[in-house]
């Protein structure tokens, strides 16, 4: 049983005496404590299972993002010195702190973004493999070495922290996002400032107070909770290095461009909208069962989600019975209940907005298999249950939009040569997957589309923590992944060193230039 770290910040609300309940007041963690906001704006959070409003979360004000960096600033010089067999150790005890607190971390997740408590635990096992990648960290710095460039020369590089680096994640993975940015960036010497989703905050502060426990001196990681303010100030503040962004492609657009006009590295995952193409040789039953996770798990609020399946041929017609016999056999409900297999959405107002996009869709022309609108379920949650929609083209509003829900398109196409079509001419290139059983044809389709993950027979290739993950086109905006060696080079600049140890008995003055000799 792990020790359940007690704060006041996770408290559940207590009764105040007027007989209602107060929500408890979400923080910021800064220079490693608690600090209560001050700029007298915050933003509510809700329990989207039962709809009830469980937290308050401060938003940050320029100044307290200053207070962020300047912590974090101050902390650096001694930081980026430690060595990096004490630095691997300290991993290793963060590793093991998360470990221990994976079920309390998990359900903090499905409290704030009501994913079942599976999938909560699914996501923190994902993210904790990048802690472990990152414990490596004295081999993934290891530079390069060239004896006797000339006589008595040698060059070799070396890679070192860039300073103060910040992260601004979305609600649909609270734990393993910010694990992707802040594991690389503080093994590699950076201290790192967390500007989470404020729809569900408070995984942030459970995984600040791990790592102080763990042994992170203050100000090396922060958290700053907000909205625009905060992340314009980390945008703009001539201290922060570089920026990591995983969101939607209009901000993840716009973070780019701001931060690299202001001289900064930046790297900016958006959007998707995840084709899976099906031949007619694929085994239907396994196509129709990944299609279901894929394009249900996590109520499809995930950025590798399925939102379409391409239809090849013959294959529309069995596809569709099986996907639609498996609908009603999803379990939907709170995400703590036993048995749940899909959770509520993240707000009422995302649910209804998803929910839309089947009206839309019938009058645009598509047929709706099923309607998640259809389930019954008690109480006031942000539930909608799995919907299909048949018939779809790419001029709908429901092929053409990132809907983030459990809507799951289908297009029929009459060739593969559609299908891989279909999938080049979609702004969105985060990834994809092929099922078949024909080994030429799936290469061919790794060769021919443009995405950054592709599956082949997987529906969700989101890559094992020593890869790294990204889309393309409209999903990324910067050079650089996210984890895996992207990572460690997204994270430091490079240095070269070219150094001469000569005897002292061949020393002579030499006005030419440098010569390779
Ligand atoms: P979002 O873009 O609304 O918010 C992401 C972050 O940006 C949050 O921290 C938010 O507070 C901040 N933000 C929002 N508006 C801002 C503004 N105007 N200026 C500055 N900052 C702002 O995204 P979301 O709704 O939290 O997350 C869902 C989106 O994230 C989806 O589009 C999904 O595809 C994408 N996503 C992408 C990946 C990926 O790896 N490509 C992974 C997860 C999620």
Same mark, same amino acid.
């Given at each position: 049983m792990s020790e359940q770290i007690a704060v006041s910040t996770r408290s559940t609300g207590e009764e105040n005496g007027s007989g209602t309940r107060d929500v408890k007041q979400i923080h910021h963690w800064i220079a490693g404590k608690l600090v209560a906001g001050t700029s007298g704006r915050s933003g509510t959070v809700f329990n989207p299972a039962t709809g009830e409003r469980t937290g308050e979360v401060a938003f940050a004000s320029a100044e307290e993002v200053d207070d962020a960096i300047a912590a974090a600033h101050a902390a650096f010089p001694e930081w980026r010195a430690l060595s990096l067999a004490r630095r691997a150790e300290l991993f290793f005890r963060i590793r093991e702190l998360l470990n221990e607190h994976r079920q309390e971390l998990a359900q903090i997740l499905t409290a704030e973004h009501g994913k079942v408590l599976s999938d909560a635990l699914g996501e923190v096992a994902r993210g904790l493999e990048v802690v472990e990648f990152a414990c490596g960290i004295p081999s993934l710095l290891k530079g390069e070495f060239s004896e006797q460039v000339s006589t008595g020369v040698d060059v070799y590089s070396i890679r070192q922290p860039l300073g103060v680096v910040a992260g601004i994640t979305p609600f649909n993975f609270p734990a393993m996002v910010p694990m992707w940015m802040w594991a690389p960036a503080l093994a590699c010497g950076n201290c790192f400032i967390l500007k989470p989703s404020e729809k569900d905050p408070s995984a942030s502060l459970l995984v600040a107070e791990l790592l102080q426990k763990a042994g992170v001196p203050d100000g090396v990681f922060s958290v700053v909770m907000g909205d625009k303010v905060a992340v314009d100030r980390l945008l703009e503040h001539p201290d922060v290095a570089a920026v990591s962004f995983v969101g939607s492609t209009p901000i993840a657009r716009s973070i780019y461009e701001t931060g690299t006009r202001s001289g900064k590295r930046v790297q900016a995952l958006g959007g998707a909208k995840n084709h899976m193409v099906v031949l007619p040789d694929a085994d239907i039953d396994m196509a129709a069962d990944a299609a279901v996770s894929a394009a249900y798990g996590s109520a499809g609020e995930r950025c590798m989600a399925i939102s379409v399946c391409v239809a090849v041929g013959d294959v529309a017609d069995p596809l569709i019975d099986a996907i639609t016999e498996r609908i009603p056999k999803v379990q939907i409900g709170p995400g703590l209940e036993p048995g749940s297999e899909m959770g509520p959405l993240i707000t009422r107002e995302h649910r209804d907005k998803v929910a839309s996009y089947i009206d839309r869709g019938r009058a645009q022309? #598509?047929? !709706? !298999? #099923? @309607?998640?609108? @259809?389930i019954e379920l008690d109480g006031d949650g942000f539930f909608l249950g799995a919907s299909l929609l048949d @018939? !779809?083209?790419?001029?709908?509003d429901c092929y053409r939009d990132e809907i983030f829900g459990p809507v799951l398109s289908v297009v029929r196409a009459r060739t593969y040569d559609e299908a891989v079509q279909l999938v080049n001419d979609n702004p969105y290139g985060n990834g994809t997957a092929i099922f078949t059983r024909d080994g030429g044809v799936a290469r061919q389709f790794q060769f021919d589309v443009n995405t950054g993950m592709v599956g082949i027979n997987v529906p969700i290739p989101v890559p094992v923590a020593y890869y790294s993950f990204g889309g393309w086109k409209a999903s990324l905006f910067g050079d650089s992944h996210a984890y895996g060696p992207d990572s460690i080079h997204f994270y430091t600049r490079g240095k070269v060193v070219t150094s001469r140890w000569p005897d002292p008995a061949t020393s002579r003055v030499d006005l030419g230039f440098p010569q390779t000799r």
């Open positions: 022309g #598509a047929k !709706v !298999v #099923a @309607d998640g609108r @259809d @018939d !779809v083209t790419p001029e709908m």
